[in-house]
């Protein structure tokens, strides 16, 4: 289980109004206007109560609001999950991605295809039709899905439903600037009594709690923030037991429209002055995507040879132009070896590429994610050593959203 795809994806765009002292709080939306939302999670792992693990976890979410419709909007979002070692300075690997879409109103109820597994939690935010001063609460319906394929192999999101309290504290002071404070609290208790997946294996109960600070900007009319602590219990018809508990933290920030020939004409020109050979640059859905073809490393590793790291110098050079654009580097393979040792090499060398860019200062930690596919997505002919020259690559991709 991945905490933290949470009020991330939910509080996409709340707008406040002030009226007689007291606050009218409902979603707008506005077709075309696109948000990322950052989502940081440290979670510890407990099996039949001993320790485990402990997952660092870094959730990118672009949002994107495709049109409207009365109150509701109709929301694209894309989820890219990213794991580390807990406690190192490394950079994040790609885990999963999920694709959402969805309709929520002005009151924050959603209206979601049950196929999908994101965003996790839904109808929460929910707000009421009245005016709420500093000191009210409410209480409104909520719903939890989990996905447990991983782990589980269970065929379908597991759903359950919350009955959340929300207690309106009123102003906050956060990073200097006020924002309005909302305390989201529920409880966790469900019986399993239907299942699709594993017979040996599945969850028959659930129990815990979920505890939130969401904060929102008044004069932007969007959320700034929110932080959580949650415990999460799963009980096994195996008489298993596994407990998942941690904090997260989110920051939405609104995202700016990418001229993604222009950029990837300018990339040209730039590698081209520098002199850097054996690269190529195109716009991508994505963003921008900067090739590097015939990248060296030491054979059958992914230590970068000197070479290289003059290349990626260059290369810093020009991503530093571009410093509130996040990077995608994925690495690629020939076909040989196994397809279990292509992944591991794939990775290992989109993480070393990812790593010296990191220590070189482009990029913050949360601003890099690596990803390894092995020979998946080959662009050259694999029979020939030239094809194979040419799937030997590394491409970092300036993201737009």
Known sequence: MKRGIFLAAAALL?????????????FKYVAGTKYKILSKVREQVYINGQ???????????????VKTKGDSGQLNAQFITSERAYGTQAVYDWSDQYNSMFWR????VFDIDPSYFVPTVRDVPQFPTRDVKAGETWSLPGEEVHDLRPSFHLAEPLRYPISVSYTYLGKATVDGKQYDHIAINYPIFYKITEYRGNPQMHPIRVGGYSHQQLYWDNVAG?????????????????????????????????????DKKKVADDIRKQLSDSGVKDTSVQPVPEGVTISLQKIQFQPDSAILLPSEQTKLNAIADILRKYPDRDILIT????????????QELSLERAKAVGNYLLNLGVRK?????????????????????????????VEITILEN
């Open 51 to 65: 320790y485990s693990h402990t997952g660092d976890i870094l959730n990118k979410i672009s949002v994107a609001i």
């Open 331 to 342: 690495g690629h393979t020939a076909l040989a070896g196994t397809a279990a040792g292509r």
């Open 222 to 258: 969007r959320p700034h923030s929110y932080s959580e602590e949650f415990d999460i219990i799963f009980d096994f018809s195996s008489g298993d037991t596994v407990e998942y508990t941690g904090t997260a933290e989110a920051a939405v920030t609104e995202s700016t429209t990418m």
């Open 14 to 26: 709340l707008v406040v109004s002030q009226i007689a002292g007291a606050e009218v709080f409902s």
């Open 365 to 393: 930690v949360s601003q890099i994610t690596v990803k390894g596919v092995g020979a998946r997505d080959p662009i050259a002919d694999n029979s020939t050593e030239a094809g194979r020259e040419k799937n030997r690559r």
């Open 105 to 108: 109103d002005s009151r924050g």
